[in-house]
């Protein structure tokens, strides 16, 4: 009961701190935090910074007055949702979307899938796009997108045939062209309006065998 009430503590203390941050443009002091959280002492407060601090999640300069800073998450937690072919189109169900829930959440670096706000990932079936260096089995980090420039490796929903591809677009007259990165495989061209854009691709994770 003590560690859990603790833990609401610091939570507490945690969004004050980015309250008053967001409102008045600079880092509360201890003082503010003692107030504003309804805290017993200074100690107590400065507790729970030290506990913060210790946990990456804020840091201060030491000696220096209303120093507090967020430290902002390197990781971002993306969901595996499913299955996406690159090969031939494979069907896909419930019109398109792929599962609502997750089949793991996957845990990944800010360096290595950049500023997106909605992304996912899925899972690579066949070797359309080995000469990218996107082999079967590999997953794809998708920044969810309904546009994208032409070279673009996107997730495609073909909608007459209710079936999801992993190519690369672009727009030429009269049609799409659904390029595979290998010399094996044609192209696919389709019309305009069958073609819904799920994602781009903005990494690559491979799992090595042992």
């Not at 090969?87 to 609502?100: F, K, M, T």
């Not at 061209?189 to 069958?194: E, F, L, M, Q, T």
Request: with cysteine; hydrophobic share 40%.
């Amino acid at each position: 009961m003590v560690r859990g009430g603790t833990n609401k503590t610091r939570d507490r203390v945690l969004q004050f701190i980015r309250s008053f941050m967001a409102e008045k443009g600079y880092s509360p002091s201890v003082g503010d935090i003692v107030t504003g959280c309804g805290l017993s002492s200074p100690n107590l407060a400065q507790y729970h910074l030290n506990v913060l601090e210790r946990e990456g999640v804020v840091r201060r300069a030491p000696g220096v007055f209303r120093s507090i800073q967020i430290v902002q998450k390197a990781n971002v937690e993306v969901p595996l949702l499913g299955v996406i072919a690159a090969g031939a189109p494979i069907p896909v169900p419930e019109s398109g979307n792929w599962v609502e829930s997750a089949e793991e959440m996957l845990d990944l670096s800010r360096e290595l899938v950049g500023d997106g706000e909605y992304l996912f990932a899925l899972k690579v079936r066949g070797r359309s796009m080995i000469d990218a260096c996107v082999m079967d089995g590999d997953i794809v980090v998708m920044e969810a997108a309904q546009t994208a420039v032409d070279g673009d490796m996107v997730a495609v929903w073909l909608k007459d045939e209710h079936e999801v591809t992993l190519k690369r677009i672009y727009r030429e007259k009269g049609h799409i062209r659904l390029q595979p990165a290998n010399r094996q495989m044609e192209p696919l061209y389709v019309d305009p309006d069958n073609v819904a854009i799920q994602g781009r691709v903005v990494a690559v994770i491979r799992k090595y065998a042992r």
